[in-house]
């Protein structure tokens, strides 16, 4: 089992910028990899960004390349997503999870992710 927590969410100006962070208990976090989901009123749940279980490689989704960074610090058993130059299309609720990968590949399907947070509020007004 692995215990994830989300916090860092909060309400700010379009063009603001957030550190949402993901901290882990349970199993060793390091045998994990992590993706940030988010899911706006009204819609389904999207991929947002993930990370191998060491941070060597990761993938985004179209709509935040060049804006959010996704990371992990195994060290402190958290995963964090900074976000930056943020719109009001980017309000949802956001969501940590993680996936049992030690052979060190991440996924972009939520159907694949095992454990989920609790989610936290991002709202970003114009």
């Known amino acids: 089992q692995v215990q994830l927590v989300e916090s860092g969410g909060g309400l700010v100006q379009a063009g603001d910028s957030l550190r949402l962070s993901c901290a882990a208990s349970g199993h060793t976090f390091s045998s994990y990899a992590v993706g940030w989901f988010r899911q706006a009123p009204g819609k389904e749940r999207e991929f947002v960004a993930t990370?191998?279980?060491?941070?060597?490689?990761?993938q985004y989704a179209d709509f935040v390349k060049g804006r959010f960074t996704i990371s992990r610090d195994n060290t402190k058993n958290t995963a964090y997503l900074q976000m930056s130059s943020l719109k009001p299309e980017d309000t949802a609720v956001y969501y940590c999870?993680?996936?049992?990968?030690?052979?060190?590949?991440?996924?972009?399907?939520?159907?694949?992710?095992?454990?989920w947070g609790q989610g936290t509020q991002v709202t970003v007004s114009s």
């Open positions: 990370i191998t279980k060491n941070g060597g490689s990761t």
């Open positions: 999870a993680a996936v049992f990968r030690p052979y060190g590949l991440y996924s972009v399907r939520i159907s694949e992710y095992e454990y």
